[in-house]
């Protein structure tokens, strides 16, 4: 029996499926991520060569150089074009047949509730949403982007208005870290996608599955938790969640 298979059996058993994903889910949208060799981490942009990459999302930056850290935030992290793949799309499937009961995710770009996505745990907050750092007003995506101000600001305080994203040096939202937690310690199936599990705090999250199906797609190695019964496959998302919605016989 291939993987495929064996994937589809174990989603058969389950009732209780949660996905957890990374920057690999989003990479075949064409959003690069940050640690592989075509990601932000590894991109050269002359303005920013003397700054790390962490700096550049920071809270640090924000507070300290915030003409820098905006022009970064424009460059590199509007995705308001961006479509989701088919990693998002069978995800939004699987949420409708009721067994995905929660999507946790560490990207912001907000692709999974494009696709059709209702229980998603943003535990690094979206770049869809910005508010004013000084009164709070809540602002849409445009405003950031399209702002003529090399620092954004507030029409009602003159606060700088930021992205709703989770900064290095930064908590995680505790709603959505609450949310994530429950849906993963109540699950009978965790599927790991598309991340190396590298970044903390969220990586931690895993520990609080106790489910018996534990399925890990992603194209190298990752260290994870295991359960009774363990899956992992070496590939793409989008590839595997593609070849699985045939075999199920789920139109993406």
Request: charged share 25%; net charge negative.
């Amino acid at each position: 029996m291939g993987d495929i298979e064996k994937l589809k059996e174990m989603i058969d058993d389950s009732s209780k499926i949660v996905f957890f994903g990374g920057a690999g889910v989003s990479t075949e949208s064409g959003i690069p991520d940050f640690r592989s060799k075509d990601g932000l981490y590894n991109q050269k942009d002359v303005q920013f060569e003397k700054y790390q990459p962490e700096y550049l999302l920071s809270h640090s930056c924000l507070v300290r150089e915030p003409k820098v850290y905006f022009e970064f935030h424009r460059q590199k992290m509007d995705t308001r074009k961006i479509e989701p793949n088919n990693a998002h799309k069978y995800l939004a499937k699987l949420e409708e047949t009721g067994k995905l009961i929660g999507v946790v995710t560490q990207n912001i770009d907000g692709l999974h509730q494009k696709a059709g996505s209702k229980k998603v745990f943003e535990i690094h907050g979206s770049a869809l949403r910005n508010y004013c750092m000084k009164c709070g007003t809540s602002y849409p995506i445009d405003y950031i982007f399209d702002s003529d101000e090399d620092i954004p600001t507030c029409d009602y305080c003159g606060g700088v208005v930021r992205a709703d994203i989770t900064l290095y040096e930064e908590g995680l939202p505790e709603d959505q870290v609450e949310g994530a937690i429950n849906a993963i310690a109540s699950a009978d199936m965790m599927i790991i996608g598309g991340t190396s599990l590298s970044v903390y705090p969220a990586a931690s999250f895993v520990n609080y599955f106790r489910g018996k199906y534990l399925v890990i797609i992603n194209e190298s190695d990752i260290a994870a938790p295991r359960a009774e019964n363990t899956l992992t496959i070496h590939d793409r998302i989008g590839k595997v969640f593609t070849e699985l919605a045939a075999l199920q016989g789920i139109s993406l």
